[in-house]
């Protein structure tokens, strides 16, 4: 079993930059895929970013390529994401999630570990 939690949400103005934080715990995700989906009101929970095991695959969403990057630290048991150049259609609560696979997947369902998630707001 794999517990995962968010951090580093907040309210930032548009333009500027946040790093988001997801540290495991329970065993290590180094052998799990990893990644980020956020969901607004109203809205249905979307794909972010994605990273494989070993953190050489790297997929993102076209909203959000060339501005946010996934990284991981398997060391420390953490994910990120580096999120720049935030936009107003950037707020969203923030999830980290993990697949029992090394392989990355953009989809929902493929996803074993879920966290609470962290708050991003962003003002215009």
């Known amino acids: 079993q794999v517990q995962l939690v968010e951090s580093g949400g907040g309210l930032v103005q548009a333009g500027d930059s946040l790093r988001l934080s997801c540290a495991a715990s329970g065993r290590t995700i180094s052998m799990n895929a990893m990644a980020w989906f956020r969901q607004s009101p109203g809205k249905e929970r979307e794909f972010v970013a994605a990273?494989?095991?070993?953190?050489?695959?790297?997929n993102y969403a076209d909203s959000v390529k060339g501005r946010f990057t996934i990284s991981r630290d398997n060391a420390k048991n953490t994910i990120y994401l580096q999120m720049n150049g935030l936009k107003p259609e950037d707020t969203a609560v923030y999830y980290c999630?993990?697949?029992?696979?090394?392989?990355?997947?953009?989809?929902?369902?493929?996803?074993?570990?879920w966290g609470q998630g962290t708050q991003v707001t962003v003002s215009s």
């Open positions: 999630a993990a697949r029992n696979s090394r392989v990355v997947d953009s989809t929902t369902p493929q996803y074993d570990y």
């Open positions: 990273i494989s095991a070993a953190g050489v695959l790297r």
